[in-house]
């Protein structure tokens, strides 16, 4: 069962949504438009929106229980994080170095993924760009997180081969992260809720049909 018969009062939540900044890149270019159609993430452009509606939000972190989940990123050291960075972005260890440094672990920027994703356009290294965007699509809708600005360089390894990205289970594997950020809403200190608000919304108009 996913609702308490018991509902606790709960701070006003800020809502850390980031569908707005998938469009900060704006569709795919022409050039790699199949290659990320290829990965069946290309609805993700455009079916994120950003909900004012908290009540209906909060209502469902109320009556959330915490036992139901947990989820946990593959740990990951800063030589392997690197080594992702150089060989499936194309930048240098010490572009790389930097950014997990700036970031204060293993992840990276979306503004930064913006800059790679240009840099790589120029460059002509369509691969390589395609990766950048998918994973900037993937840090602003399923693995959003309460940074508001970084995304986990651990999605990077699904994409090494994006002809096999569709095999990925990406929507269960999206469900649970936006499991985990509940299970941190429901705590009575929490302020925040992250995660893909667009699938919390269409899982809470479900179970109030």
Same mark, same amino acid.
């Given at each position: 069962?996913?609702?308490?018969?018991?509902?606790?009062? &709960?701070?006003?939540?800020?809502?850390?949504? &980031?569908?707005?900044?998938?469009?900060?890149?704006?569709?795919?270019?022409?050039?790699?438009?199949?290659?990320?159609?290829?990965?069946?993430?290309?609805?993700?452009?455009?079916?994120?929106?950003?909900?004012?509606?908290?009540?209906?939000?909060?209502?469902?972190?109320?009556?959330? &229980?915490?036992?139901?989940?947990?989820?946990?990123?593959?740990?990951?050291?800063?030589?392997?994080?690197?080594?992702?960075?150089?060989?499936?972005?194309?930048?240098?260890?010490?572009?790389?170095?930097?950014?997990?440094?700036?970031?204060?672990?293993?992840?990276?920027?979306?503004?930064?993924?913006?800059?790679?994703?240009? &840099? /790589?356009?120029?460059?002509?290294?369509?691969?390589?760009?395609? /990766?950048?965007?998918?994973?900037?699509?993937?840090?602003?809708?399923?693995?959003?997180?309460?940074?508001?600005?970084?995304?986990?360089?651990?999605?990077?390894?699904?994409? /090494?081969?994006?002809?096999?990205?569709?095999?990925?289970?990406?929507?269960?594997?999206?469900?649970?992260?936006?499991?985990?950020?509940?299970?941190?809403?429901?705590?009575?200190?929490?302020?925040?809720?992250?995660?893909?608000?667009?699938?919390?919304?269409?899982?809470?108009?479900?179970?109030?049909?």
């Amino acid at each position: 069962m996913f609702f308490s018969t018991s509902i606790q009062e &709960h701070p006003e939540l800020k809502l850390s949504s &980031h569908g707005r900044k998938v469009h900060n890149l704006g569709r795919p270019i022409p050039t790699i438009k199949d290659m990320v159609a290829g990965t069946g993430l290309s609805a993700l452009i455009a079916c994120s929106i950003d909900t004012d509606d908290q009540g209906l939000i909060s209502s469902f972190v109320e009556r959330w &229980h915490r036992e139901t989940s947990s989820f946990h990123f593959q740990p990951l050291h800063t030589n392997e994080v690197v080594l992702l960075l150089v060989e499936l972005l194309m930048v240098s260890a010490e572009v790389a170095m930097a950014e997990i440094g700036q970031c204060g672990g293993p992840y990276v920027c979306l503004q930064w993924l913006r800059d790679v994703y240009h &840099h /790589r356009c120029q460059t002509q290294h369509w691969i390589a760009t395609a /990766r950048a965007y998918v994973l900037h699509l993937l840090g602003c809708t399923l693995f959003a997180n309460k940074s508001a600005t970084h995304v986990h360089v651990v999605h990077l390894q699904a994409l /090494r081969d994006l002809t096999l990205a569709r095999q990925y289970a990406w929507g269960a594997i999206g469900l649970i992260h936006m499991y985990d950020q509940l299970n941190d809403a429901s705590l009575s200190t929490s302020r925040q809720l992250a995660g893909y608000i667009t699938l919390l919304q269409v899982i809470n108009m479900y179970f109030i049909i």
